[in-house]
């Protein structure tokens, strides 16, 4: 059987544009599913002018027939995922028989996210989206966490959720918002929302084998990006999950050996959201000047976004640990009217010229970028569909980083829209 089963990461800080790939991507699939990270991720859909931001359902949703699944590895908010479920009913979207939702998916509860505000409340913040997400995962990882699946034991579940909060109330002495939950409004709160999405739960890790199975093509949606990975990102200043493409395996009960393809998401230049290092950061009108024609504000958190040059050394290493098998290019218009553009290629640590990317942050914060130069292609690139019809100093760009990173561009993106696409 020739199963198609594509995994879809961000390869830099997140942002990258993958909801709007995911979503055009998504008539070539059967499936979308999202393996990691929960409500901390907005993934912005434009179909036609119409606008959607999407945190926890597969960008997968607006394509006919797509199942969609919340894989295992997910942790979910469930006021969070009711709201966005009522938002697209509104619009007219059925979600039953479409939507489903992995039992073995971690909850976020009202402490995960009071927790999560203490921690950015004090002095070495990270910057994180106060969405629950690294409590969430915390509790998962110290084998005292909540799943969906607790719901077929009442009785445990409830003096879990006692536990769990005596717990973490003595951690926190003096969260007065803390003390003023109780175990038995936390759960009956959890048990009314569990009641709205309960038709949506299934063993999904079953489900998508079965999918598989029976020949339909899976792909799977990275929310987050490779360097905000917990293992291979800027430690600690990262998120508190697998981005990167080994996390859709554990994350969804897909094996390794069913995986056929790895798409990289890169956007034209560099952003990133919350606190960290940033080699390429630009503090000048260039960095302005792409944060207004980007509109880089947080799709989650409308925070604005932190912008800089394209950084081929942390773009090669995000390369090489998600074996990215073709990329896609997004935001490329953004520096049409930029005279000239630059990438790093290198960088200079204590004297020594390095192309490795040092993940330990501190040392990061200490390399001077090594810039190519390029001219600026000074015309608009939306609404071209034909890749050789386009500017030779665009064509350029796009050579350099693809013999850099030594693999094809195969998607331009030349605006927000699902219709702004180049397949080259
Ligand atoms: P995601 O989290 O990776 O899905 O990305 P976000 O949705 O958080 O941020 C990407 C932003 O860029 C959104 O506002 C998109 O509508 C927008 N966008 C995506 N691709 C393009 C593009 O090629 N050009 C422009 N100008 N905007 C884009
Ligand atoms: P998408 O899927 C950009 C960042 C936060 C913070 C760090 C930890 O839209 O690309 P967390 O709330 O996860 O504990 O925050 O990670 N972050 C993102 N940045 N895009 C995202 O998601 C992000 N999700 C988390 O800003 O620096
Ligand atoms: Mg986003």
Redesign the pocket.
Known sequence: MNNKNYVLV?LQ????G??KIVDMLSRDFDVVARYQ?GA????TIIINGKKTVLHLIPSGIFTDNIICIIGNGTVIDPEALISEIELLEKDGLALTGRLFISKDAHIILPYHKII?AINESKNDK??????G??PAYFDKYARRGIKFSDFDNIRILKEKIAKNLKYLTEIFPDSEELKSLNPESLYNDLSGQYAKIDMYFAQTQYLINELIAEGRNVLLE????AL?DVDFGTYP????SN?TSGGACTGTGIPPTKINGVIGIVKAYTT?????PFPTELFDDNGKKIAEIGAEF????G?PRRCGWLDLVALKYAVTINGVTELAMTKSDVLDSFEEIKVCTHYELNGEVIDTFPSNPFTLDYVNPVYKSFKGWMTDLKGNKEYSSLNQNFRSYVDFIEKYVNVPVKYISTGPDRADIIIK
């Open positions: 961000g800080w997140g942002d990258e993958k909801g990270g901390n991720a907005g993934h999560d990270i910057g994180t989206t106060k969405k997400i690294g990275g929310a987050q990006g905000l200043y990262i998120t508190s981005p990133r959201v919350g606190e960290g947080g799709a989650t958190t925070r």
